[in-house]
């Protein structure tokens, strides 16, 4: 089984002859554990363990690595140490380390604290941006103009969210249109790229490929990224039918770090271990090393006392 | 049973979007299948066959008593499932979880329109089998010498020759045989296992007289990628109406594979309700895919399987409450509150 598992994580594109016809060469993985996964998981984690966390990333190979959330600690109490974290973390040449920026006072801070990347969240679902931050999309969207035009002026290339692409806790059933609709106005608002979340896992391979069609009419594939959620073990098989229909960004989270705060002891975040193992045997270029990255999910989840959500891990590691 | 669980009541919307999804309360199709399906070029029905209680429960640590097995057996006979692979006539000093074949097949309750399988390794199992009231027989080849020679002590040769005297009395006996062929994307001793052994093998299985080659990746190592490889080469071989997928999600992948498969016009796959049955090879690993999440899945694709996702549920927290352990299913997890099963 050493030989297998060491066979299995070596996979590199030079010895793989896949037919490429079908999948992009090359797949930008959005690493979103740091934020998106510890913002989900139910122990506030020291920041001294998050910086090992995402210094630990950076040494994966990783381009892009979601470092913290600029929002009030009173609504996000794991994000606090934004500021500590941003300042404490060694930065790598070629890395990006975007933080969300939910309004300007957040985007100001995260100037402020050395950023060079901001994100900002929208969602397909006007119940949810209610429930969410307490307003209507187009409210959302306005707060963001103001983030948009100050990160202009900043250079600060800006990463645009929706939420509820293939469903919402609320609404239910989401138009693929109205996905396309949220998408077209934050990338004309100046977003380089859409990162388009099932935010509740609900989709298939089904509506995945129905939501990117209209999506894609308004928006460049080469902008969009798809962020999925495993909660009904489907991420994989969607990131796939994306991949296929051109899509090369695809957000993760090391060790599938985060739970569905909507389905109560359900996983939240795609595994990035899973996704790369994927990527790998497909022959798709990623330029991440995928035991490095199983290292630090072991890192995070002994620090965390839990078990990983990465089935490459559990299964590699009882060796 | 037949309301929706209190944990998704939190959420009106959402349970209405997760009725859509798991067709609760409807016995058979969902909306407009054979439009979505076919402009996706994907087939418009798939059978999924059951693997549960033999695959699943023989790689169970906790042995499970007869009455439960059976019990699991009738659930499973009132989803719509068309095959539920019951037992194993294997000596049950090799595999005690299978000791009570003969109590179970003759305890079952036999649907009409569906297949019990059982597993007959060799003549003498074979036999046995038809005693006990099988009416449908599977053999197990590998397309790994190391993996044949490890599980059941001989070369692939020997064991196709042992197969070819099984599918000869079940001919003359009128028993369909399914053949499987293990380690079709790897192998825990081999590593790598090339296509067009695996086409070879499926080949000899296929021509002794197996309506269905089941391609398994036993230990769940392969990928998209992989997957492709290996189905190109044995579709040169074996017509695509005779093949099936038998993924293992140990590394996460099975969906995907299983996507892929169908993707080439597979239309057969098998799984285990609550993904039964972890990975001898990886200690601790998942092994089956989960029946609801490939149902799910399909689903979600406008696929019909015949199969109320629901009652599939339903039998998946049966058994989980009977093993003491939680579902290794993520669209069952999903449905119902954390660890307390109702």
């Not at chain 2, 029946?291 to 694709?301: A, R, S």
Request: charged share 20%; net charge neutral.
């Amino acid at each position: 089984m050493p030989r297998l598992a060491a066979e299995a994580l070596s996979r590199d594109t030079t010895r793989r002859q896949v037919s490429t016809a079908t999948f992009p060469q090359r797949v930008k993985v959005v690493e979103v554990g740091p934020r998106d996964g510890l913002q989900n998981e139910k122990s506030v984690v020291p920041t001294s363990v998050k910086i090992r966390l995402i210094d630990m990333l950076s040494e994966t190979g990783l381009p892009v690595i979601e470092a913290t959330s600029f929002v009030s600690p009173r609504w996000v109490p794991q994000m606090a140490d934004h500021a500590e974290v941003m300042q404490g973390i060694n930065k790598l040449p070629g890395v990006s380390y975007p933080v969300l920026t939910p309004n300007l006072k957040g985007f100001h801070a995260a100037v402020a604290a050395g950023a060079n990347e901001v994100s900002i969240f929208g969602a397909a679902s006007e119940l949810f941006t209610k429930k969410n931050i307490n307003c209507s999309i187009e409210e959302s969207l306005e707060r963001f103009s103001e983030v948009m035009s100050a990160a202009k002026a900043a250079s600060i290339p800006v990463r645009g969210y929706v939420s509820c692409v293939l469903g919402c806790p609320y609404e239910g059933k989401i138009a693929a249109a109205k996905v396309a609709e949220v998408s077209k106005k934050m990338y004309s608002m100046g977003c380089y790229e859409i990162s388009l979340g099932d935010t509740i896992g609900i989709g298939t391979p089904g509506s995945m490929k129905e939501m990117l069609t209209a999506v894609m009419k308004e928006v460049p594939v080469g902008a969009l990224a798809v962020h999925c959620h495993d909660t009904y073990g489907q991420a994989l098989a969607n990131i796939l039918v994306a991949l296929q229909m051109g899509v090369s960004v695809v957000d993760a989270s090391v060790a599938g770090l985060g739970g569905c705060p909507y389905a109560q002891g359900a996983s939240g975040n795609v595994a990035t271990e899973d996704l790369v193992y994927m990527l790998n045997g497909l022959g798709i270029h990623t330029g991440v090393d995928l035991q490095k990255l199983m290292d630090t999910g072991t890192f995070i989840c002994n620090a965390l006392n839990r078990r990983t959500n990465s089935k490459v891990s559990q299964a590699a590691c009882r060796l | 049973m037949g309301t929706v669980p209190s944990a998704l009541k939190h959420c009106l919307s959402h349970q209405h979007l997760l009725k859509e999804q798991l067709w609760i309360g409807e016995p058979t199709a969902p909306p407009h299948p054979a439009q979505e399906s076919q402009a996706s070029g994907l087939p418009e029905y798939i059978k999924i066959v059951e693997v549960g209680p033999r695959d699943g429960l023989q790689n169970e640590k906790v042995i499970v008593p007869t009455d439960t097995k059976i019990e699991l057996i009738n659930r499973l006979s009132k989803t719509g499932l068309s095959a539920i692979e019951v037992t194993s006539f294997v000596s049950s000093k090799w595999v005690p979880q299978m000791a009570d074949h003969k109590e179970v097949m003759r305890g079952i309750e036999r649907y009409p329109g569906v297949q019990y399988p059982v597993l007959t390794p060799n003549l003498k199992g074979f036999h046995s089998a038809i005693a006990a009231g099988a009416t449908e027989v599977s053999v197990f080849g590998a397309a790994s010498e190391s993996f044949s020679k490890m599980n059941i002590n001989c070369s692939i040769e020997e064991s196709i020759e042992k197969f070819e005297e099984v599918a000869k009395s079940a001919r003359n006996m009128n028993i369909p045989v399914r053949g499987y062929v293990s380690c079709a994307l790897g192998c825990p001793y081999e590593g790598d296992v090339i296509p067009a052994k695996v086409a070879e093998v499926s080949k000899r299985l296929y021509s002794m007289g197996c309506y269905e080659i089941s391609l398994g990746d036993t230990i769940g190592v392969g990928t998209p990628g992989s997957m492709k490889r290996m189905l190109e080469a044995v579709m040169k071989e074996i017509p695509l109406s005779a093949l099936a997928v038998h993924c293992h999600d140990t590394y996460g992948q099975a969906l995907a594979n299983i996507l892929t498969a169908i993707q080439m016009g597979v239309a057969v796959v098998d799984s285990s309700v609550a993904g039964l049955g972890g990975c001898p090879y990886a200690k601790g690993a998942t092994g089956n895919v989960a029946t609801e999440d490939v149902i799910y899945m399909l689903n979600g694709l406008g696929i019909n399987t015949g199969v109320n996702l629901y009652t599939v549920m339903e039998a998946g927290n049966f058994i989980c409450t009977a093993l003491n352990k939680k579902t290794n299913s993520k669209v069952a997890q999903a449905s119902f509150s954390t660890g307390t099963m109702k």
